[in-house]
């Protein structure tokens, strides 16, 4: 599946003989024909041929990254750009039977970035109430020549019941250096000093600056070209699903949200087309048995952009 690489990139990748002992991890439309457990599952296939097999209200978070309107590669399969009104009608053939699997308290979290996001807008308003946007700094890739380098990208936050949904603050602070720090009659004032230096608590805002796109170094890189950070998924996981809740990531890709949701104590069911994705994800749930770390996350509290 992958070329010659450096002994210090620590990119996941599936060997064929891992191929075979992960198979049977991974569901088919088939096998959930007859009723799913949500036991935490991973299955293979169309997300139109899923979303009928799947009961309604089980989710208490759904977490959609859908190709955004760009023209991209996805192993196998390639997505095309198409005119607004053309992508819009592609997200309401699978949002709005999507949003039937949330909980009457469910929340939605909706990706995209700039050239999709009035789309993405438009769609979620048909179905949920829209309560933010996010927006993430995604410091990766190129400049442009001619147009400013796109380095943001958005997410919807929606839900079925405005008066009535999980949001936990607490889950979601972070933990930020103090660089001026001021005393008030020598106590110090709104932040912490610690044997790492004066740190503040702070209330998360709809701008994040704190993620770091997976990288070659680091040991939740995959090959999948619009991979989400754990980091980022823990964030929208910890605030919108309760411990031993249900995330449904209908489009799953490497897995990035069922990961997540698995180190968090939460359950999981994640949709992808492709198989080899599909192979990496099972890789990457099974390496979580052992290791439940997130990188720039502590157990407790957020760190700052590249902590480890």
């Given at each position: 599946m992958t070329g010659s690489r450096s002994k210090r990139n620590k990119t996941i990748v599936v060997t064929e003989e891992e191929a075979r002992e992960l198979s049977p991890r991974i569901?088919?439309?088939?096998?959930?024909?007859?009723?799913?457990?949500?036991?935490?599952?991973?299955?293979?296939?169309?997300?139109?041929?899923?979303?009928?097999?799947?009961?309604?209200?089980?989710?208490?978070?759904?977490?959609?990254?859908?190709?955004?309107?760009?023209?991209?590669?996805?192993?196998?399969?390639?997505?095309?750009?198409?005119?607004?009104?053309?992508?819009?009608?592609?997200?309401?053939?699978?949002?709005?039977?999507?949003?039937?699997?949330?909980?009457?308290?469910?929340?939605?979290?909706?990706?995209?970035?700039?050239?999709?996001?009035?789309?993405?807008?438009?769609?979620?308003?048909?179905?949920?109430?829209?309560?933010?946007?996010?927006?993430?700094?995604?410091?990766?890739?190129?400049?442009?020549?001619?147009?400013?380098?796109?380095?943001?990208?958005?997410?919807?936050?929606g839900v079925k019941d405005p008066g009535h949904y999980y949001f936990d603050l607490e889950a979601v602070k972070l933990k930020r250096r103090v660089l001026a720090p001021y005393r008030d009659n020598g106590s110090p004032k709104d932040w912490e000093d610690t044997p790492d230096g004066p740190f503040r608590l702070t209330c998360p805002s709809n701008f994040w600056d704190d993620v770091s796109v997976p990288f070659w170094s680091m040991p939740e890189n995959t090959d999948h070209p619009a991979q989400k950070p754990e980091k980022l998924m823990a964030k929208l996981i910890l605030a919108s699903c309760p411990a031993g809740g249900v995330v449904f990531e209908p489009f799953a890709g490497s897995g990035s949200a069922c990961v997540t949701a698995k180190k968090l104590g939460r359950h999981f069911i994640g949709v992808e087309i492709d198989r080899d994705y599909c192979l990496v994800a099972a890789k990457r749930l099974r390496m979580a048995d052992s290791d439940k770390r997130i990188q720039g996350y502590d157990g407790v509290h957020f760190k700052e952009r590249n902590s480890p």
């Open positions: 569901l088919t439309p088939r096998d959930i024909s007859g009723g799913l457990s949500f036991a935490d599952t991973l299955v293979n296939g169309d997300l139109l041929d899923v979303l009928g097999l799947l009961p309604d209200s089980f989710a208490d978070l759904v977490i959609a990254d859908p190709p955004y309107n760009i023209s991209k590669k996805f192993g196998a399969a390639a997505f095309s750009a198409m005119p607004d009104g053309q992508y819009e009608d592609y997200l309401r053939s699978w949002f709005r039977q999507v949003c039937t699997k949330l909980k009457p308290d469910g929340s939605l979290y909706l990706c995209g970035d700039w050239r999709s996001s009035s789309s993405l807008q438009k769609v979620m308003e048909e179905e949920l109430t829209v309560l933010n946007r996010i927006t993430w700094q995604r410091e990766k890739g190129r400049g442009a020549a001619s147009n400013w380098k796109n380095g943001m990208e958005d997410i919807w936050f």
